[in-house]
């Protein structure tokens, strides 16, 4: 199991590594239309979602295996509960982030770069956290 939870951290980590930008600035730099923007950080999402499907089956093996170790149902269900906590968190506040641009045009970009950010930064975070 060990194994195989680092066998995927290079690619994640290709994956989710350019975070040093707003998402929609990383695109601003190969895209000129926003529409091309928009095409650009949908496919960022996608990628970062893939990514944090990995992250969180690595980190879910790591609670299974703990809890099996220990005896004890405890690491399983808390990251369950964590990324159920998670997930709403990212929804509503990525919502808020879109509200702020009045329903113009680039609330889509504004809340897919937040869903972005905010996937790269549980990424790491589950791995963090994974023995």
Not at 20 to 34: M, R, Y
Not at 69 to 79: K, S, W
Request: proline share 2%; charged share 20%; net charge negative.
């Amino acid at each position: 199991m060990i194994a195989f939870r680092y066998c995927f951290l290079g690619t994640l980590f290709s994956v989710t590594a350019p975070s040093w930008a707003d998402p929609s600035l990383e695109c601003s730099t190969s895209a000129s239309s926003q529409v091309e923007i928009g095409t650009c950080v949908s496919q960022q999402l996608e990628q970062v979602n893939k990514a944090l499907a990995i992250a969180l089956d690595i980190a879910s093996g790591s609670a299974k295996e703990l809890d099996e170790v220990t005896g004890r149902e405890i690491a399983y269900p808390a990251l369950t509960k964590s990324q159920d906590a998670w997930e709403a968190h990212r929804k509503a506040h990525c919502d808020f982030v879109g509200s702020t641009f009045g329903g113009g045009s680039g609330a889509g970009i504004a809340i897919a770069s937040c869903q972005i950010e905010l996937g790269r930064d549980r990424v790491k975070a589950l791995l963090r956290n994974s023995n």
